[in-house]
């Protein structure tokens, strides 16, 4: 096994240690999530709203996808029927959001990455990734994944919707 990095101390006379580090905590979330192709009349792209819980301490919302590029910032408007979401955190919160706001996204499967600092897991601890998804004329469907911080390289978890997500997966690297 080949550490990433050494640590090189020199000891005068020419004399040097080379020291292996230590392999720092991953320090990025991956998340890949399935929107199932659903066969009804009137299809509209979900929205999607990502956010980390703690138990006692206040949801971080980490992403949202929906319809932000509608003139008069219309989007917004349907952003309560992701209604977990609304009330963990999203109504506290100005649109579009920098670093959170993006597009609704197409059936088929998307990945997407969080930082450490995107998480806001400052603490060791149990926490809980929601994955919330609304559709217009459509239904509404929550998942939740918990996770330990600090985790461990290749540690992660799993979730499968029954409607609006289809397989929901989470990796740390």
């Known amino acids: 096994m080949q550490l990433p990095y050494r640590i090189v101390l020199s000891f005068g006379a020419g004399a040097t240690l080379a020291v292996p580090a230590l392999a720092a905590d991953p320090g990025t979330m991956d998340v890949t999530v399935a929107i199932p192709r659903l066969k009804v009349a009137e299809y509209h792209k979900p929205y999607v709203a990502f956010w980390v819980e703690k138990a006692g301490a206040k949801a971080k919302t980490v992403a949202v996808w929906y319809d932000h590029d509608m ?10 029927d992701v209604r977990q979401w609304w009330r963990a955190s999203g109504r506290t919160m100005s649109f579009p959001a920098n670093g959170i706001t993006g597009a609704t996204r197409a059936p088929g499967t998307h990945k997407i990455s969080f930082t450490r600092a995107q998480l806001g897991v400052q603490t060791p601890g149990q926490y809980t990734l929601v994955i919330e998804a609304a559709r217009e004329v459509g239904g509404r469907e929550l998942l939740r994944i918990p996770f330990t911080w600090p985790a461990k390289a290749g540690a992660g978890g799993r979730a499968a919707g029954a409607s609006e997500l289809g397989a929901v997966s989470v990796s740390f690297r």
């Open 71 to 80: 003139k008069a910032n219309e989007g917004t408007k349907w952003l309560r």
